[in-house]
C-alpha cells in the first residue's frame, strides 16, 4: 500500500516506529490548509511560511505526544494557531494583518468579483472592506482565530474550541465577540 493511502495514524505510528521518512507523507496532506490558515492569520505569505515551517517543526518533535482521540489535522492545526498567535504577539501592534480581500493568496478569493458592479457600489464595497480590515487588526487574537476558523474555514465550534483549546462555551463568546465588534464597525455602512 501506498504511503499517500494511509491514514494519518497510521502514518504516526510510523513515524514513531523510527520511519522519520514516512513524516514527509504527514506534511504532504496538511501544508497546504495549514499555510491557509497561517496566512489568514498573519496576514502576508513570509510569516505564514514562517508559522507552517514552525508549525512542522513542533509537530514532528512532539508527535509522541499526539493521542488519536482527535484527528491529526485538528492536532497539527492547533500547532499552528500557536505559532501563529506567538508570531502576533512578537509583532507589533500597528503592523496591519491581510486585507481582508487578500486572505486566499492562491485560490478564489474570498470576496466576489465586482468587475460588473457601478462605481457607487464598487466605492460601498471598498469603504466596508477597509472597516472589516480594521475591526480584524482590533479583534484579539483569539477572537480572531475563531472568527476566522467558523467563518472562513467553516470549521464547528467544537473544532474551534479543540484548537484553541477552549471549552465551547467560550469558543461560542469569541466568535460572538468578534461577529459583535463586526457588526457594531459595519452599522453606520448598512443603514
Keep these: 500500500m501506498d504511503r499517500m493511502d494511509e491514514s494519518d495514524a497510521g502514518v504516526v505510528a510510523q513515524v514513531c516506529a523510527g520511519d522519520s521518512g514516512a ?7 496538511h501544508s497546504r490548509p495549514v499555510f491557509r490558515l497561517a496566512y489568514r492569520l498573519t496576514g502576508n505569505q513570509e510569516d505564514a ?8 517543526l513542533r509537530a514532528f518533535r512532539q508527535l509522541g505526544r499526539f493521542e488519536s482521540r482527535s484527528g491529526f489535522g485538528t492536532w497539527i492545526h492547533r500547532i499552528a494557531v500557536n505559532c501563529a498567535m506567538d508570531l502576533l504577539r512578537q509583532r507589533p501592534r500597528h503592523q496591519a494583518a491581510a486585507p481582508l480581500g487578500d486572505l486566499d493568496p492562491g485560490g478564489a478569493g474570498d470576496v466576489p468579483d465586482e468587475g460588473a ?37 467553516g470549521r464547528s465550534l467544537a473544532e ?23 457588526r457594531r464597525a459595519l452599522e453606520p455602512l448598512v443603514t
Aim: glycine share 4%.
Design 23 to 29: 513524516f514527509r507523507v504527514l506534511v504532504e496532506r
Design 49 to 56: 511560511e514562517d508559522v507552517v515551517q514552525e508549525t512542522f
Design 117 to 153: 458592479a457601478g462605481p457607487e457600489r464598487l466605492a460601498a464595497s471598498a469603504q466596508i472592506r477597509a472597516r472589516l480590515n480594521q475591526v480584524l487588526d482590533d479583534l484579539t487574537p483569539a477572537e480572531r482565530t475563531a472568527f476566522m476558523l467558523r467563518h472562513f474555514e
Design 160 to 182: 474551534i474550541g479543540r484548537v484553541l483549546g477552549l471549552r465551547t462555551s467560550a469558543t461560542k463568546h469569541s466568535i460572538f465577540r468578534a461577529v459583535q465588534k463586526m
